[in-house]
């Protein structure tokens, strides 16, 4: 069966809607996205105390964590294993954390690899409560800072269409909504007969 289904919203409903009638399956609606382009970069003033530096090796238990909180409530079929995923991003300078002063570690973000002039933003996480204190918004604005310096035609990322603030964070710093997206998970119907 298929498990799910992720796209421009309109096109996903349709999509999830002719599923439904023709297995018989249940579409729920896992999340509700956000797509934005970075326009002018504004960082946020005054910003908090600290520095980003890129993770390494030695970060990665650290990034598996925090990107296993960061995706818990989302679906199983749309999260990746911590450990697999930190590899991967480590592997290509992918993650940048934000430290304090004192060299603590209160948040990070993703990009992924430049591809036809475009870089993502992906993953940014500030853990509960570290958060308010401007933490999501200066490791964000250094990652498409150097996503710009490295030759980024274009920096893009998506947002949590139920999460107000990072939406609004975002446009404060110079992103400019392009499209919305869902994504469905598929559920067999609770009165379906399970084949022998």
């Given at each position: 069966?298929?498990?799910?289904?992720?796209?421009?919203?309109?096109?996903?409903?349709?999509?999830?809607?002719?599923?439904?009638?023709?297995?018989?399956?249940?579409?729920?609606?896992?999340?509700?996205?956000?797509?934005?382009?970075?326009?002018?970069?504004?960082?946020?003033?005054?910003?908090?105390?600290?520095?980003?530096?890129?993770?390494?090796?030695?970060?990665?238990?650290?990034?598996?964590?925090?990107?296993?909180?960061?995706?818990?409530?989302?679906?199983?079929?749309?999260?990746?294993?911590?450990?697999?995923?930190?590899?991967?991003?480590?592997?290509?300078?992918?993650?940048?954390?934000?430290?304090?002063?004192?060299?603590?570690?209160?948040?990070?973000?993703?990009?992924?690899p430049k591809?036809?002039?475009?870089?993502?933003?992906?993953?940014?996480?500030?853990?509960?409560?570290?958060?308010?204190?401007?933490?999501?918004?200066?490791?964000?604005?250094?990652?498409?800072?150097?996503?710009?310096?490295?030759?980024?035609?274009?920096?893009?990322?998506?947002?949590?269409?139920?999460?107000?603030?990072?939406?609004?964070?975002?446009?404060?710093?110079?992103?400019?909504?392009?499209?919305?997206?869902?994504?469905?998970?598929?559920?067999?119907?609770?009165?379906?007969?399970?084949?022998p």
């Amino acid at each position: 069966m298929l498990p799910g289904i992720a796209g421009p919203a309109d096109t996903v409903a349709e999509f999830a809607g002719a599923w439904e009638r023709r297995t018989g399956a249940v579409a729920r609606l896992a999340m509700r996205q956000r797509l934005y382009r970075l326009g002018t970069l504004t960082p946020p003033e005054p910003g908090p105390p600290g520095g980003a530096r890129i993770a390494t090796g030695d970060d990665h238990g650290l990034v598996a964590r925090w990107y296993d909180e960061f995706s818990a409530p989302l679906p199983a079929q749309m999260r990746e294993a911590p450990d697999r995923w930190a590899a991967n991003r480590l592997a290509h300078g992918g993650i940048t954390l934000w430290e304090t002063p004192d060299g603590t570690p209160v948040a990070m973000a993703g990009t992924t690899p430049k591809v036809a002039g475009q870089v993502r933003v992906a993953t940014v996480y500030t853990p509960v409560p570290l958060r308010g204190y401007g933490y999501g918004g200066a490791v964000t604005t250094a990652v498409s800072s150097a996503a710009l310096e490295a030759g980024a035609a274009e920096v893009l990322l998506f947002t949590d269409l139920a999460n107000p603030t990072s939406n609004g964070l975002y446009q404060r710093i110079g992103y400019r909504p392009v499209r919305d997206f869902a994504a469905h998970v598929f559920e067999a119907a609770r009165d379906a007969v399970p084949d022998p």
